[in-house]
């Protein structure tokens, strides 16, 4: 017994000080994380075999949340069993929700000078770039055919005119791929795949603080984020700007910002829009609320995915639900881009940086480090009265 014990506690003390390492130096998006961990794990350190590896991604793509830290979690279960599913995820998670907490801080105290909004004036159009060329990537990756892009479409339309609830339109959309990619009449789809909606009704109402209501709000938008961590841009959006109120367009894009160039997934935004609302209790809240939903999906429903994932109503819910992930990203990026792009040189900085991003593979970073400097010098010559200062 005890012999099994301090292998147990072995493998997760490896766990943890892999995934912390990963998580500190984990810069270039969810593909180049999870090519990382096979490179390092399979090849490497031996810590699975390239089936399981396999597997485990497959397996993950299906599941709503980050891609990356749901991977992570999956082959620290492999590892560790389910305590070492628990320390290798937030060992992943902690130097993201460091690096981000610190940056809330930074510029709750720092945000009101010149220097941070003319940052902020050159950053926001290359966002707005860089969410277009990510999605077009998504697009690429998993729109197969005509019903996917009338969904894509149809959100696309409702996102901007309507600013309906973006949770509905992925119910709705996962409901039309069960129905037209699957066989409801013939078998009737697991339980398991509707488990997004069913966390979907948990609405922030029902707390009457703030640390509740971030609490419920990310739990919320952790199980939606079908196809990317990008879906959670037109989520947060809709309910952090339009819903709620606490934060307005410029900081809110400022929070993707943040998401974008920091390491690990883009819903780290969670963190930094935490402590803008409720100051550190509330980024450490957020972040709980948007990763918890990705250990139950791996921990709960991964296994039963793992039989069942051939199942058609299971594919059909989530090609439904990517397809509308598209559409309200695209939505999104129109919402944002009103607030982003407000004269000739935000602009020219939008189409200048999806340009580059289609041209050469220029990291996150290092594109929003150039625009930061052009807004720098630019913002105190031309003094541009439409930006939006808290």
Not at 188 to 214: E, H, N, R, Y
Not at 314 to 336: D, R, S
Request: aromatic content about 12%; overall charge positive; some cysteine.
């Amino acid at each position: 017994m005890t012999t099994n014990t301090t292998i147990g506690s072995g493998r997760i003390g490896e766990l943890v000080r892999y995934f912390l390492r990963l998580g500190f130096l984990g810069f270039g998006g969810p593909v180049a994380l999870v090519g990382q961990m096979e490179r390092e794990l399979v090849d490497g350190r031996k810590w699975l075999s390239r089936e399981q590896m396999r597997e485990a991604i497959a397996i993950c793509q299906s599941l709503p949340g980050p891609l990356a830290i749901q991977v992570g979690i999956y082959i620290s279960y492999l590892r560790g069993g389910f305590w070492g599913a628990w320390a290798g995820g937030w060992a992943f998670i902690l130097p993201n929700f460091a690096i981000v907490a610190a940056l809330g801080a930074l510029y709750v105290y720092l945000g009101d000078l010149k220097a941070v909004t003319g940052i902020f004036y050159g950053v926001s159009p290359a966002v707005i770039a860089l969410i277009l060329h990510s999605c077009y990537r998504l697009a690429k990756l998993g729109m197969e055919d005509r019903l996917q892009w009338v969904i894509a479409a149809v959100c696309l339309g409702v996102t901007v005119l309507l600013q309906a609830e973006v949770a509905l339109l992925f119910i709705g959309a996962g409901i039309v791929g069960i129905l037209w990619y699957g066989g409801l009449i013939r078998k009737t789809p697991p339980a398991f795949s509707m488990a997004a909606p069913v966390l979907a009704q948990l609405a922030p109402q029902t707390s009457s603080s703030i640390l509740g209501k971030l609490l419920l709000f990310f739990l919320k938008a952790g199980s939606l984020t079908f196809g990317s961590g990008l879906v959670i841009v037109p989520f947060l959006e809709q309910g952090l700007v339009q819903q709620f109120g606490w934060l307005d367009q410029r900081q809110f894009l400022i929070a993707v910002a943040i998401g974008m160039i920091s390491p690990g997934p883009v819903v780290i935004t969670a963190t930094f829009v935490g402590y803008l609302v409720a100051g550190f209790w509330g980024s450490l809240v957020s972040t709980v609320g948007i990763f918890l939903p990705s250990f139950l999906f791996v921990l709960i429903a991964a296994p039963l995915l793992a039989r069942h994932r051939a199942n058609p109503n299971v594919q059909g819910f989530v090609k439904g639900a990517y397809a509308a992930a598209i559409g309200t990203i695209l939505g999104a990026c129109i919402l944002l881009g009103r607030i982003a792009i407000g004269d000739w040189l935000t602009a020219l900085i939008g189409i200048v940086s999806l340009a580059v991003l289609f041209r050469w593979k220029v990291s996150n970073p290092l594109l929003i480090a150039a625009t930061a400097i052009v807004g720098l010098i630019a913002y105190p010559i031309l003094q541009p009265t439409w930006v939006m200062v808290h």
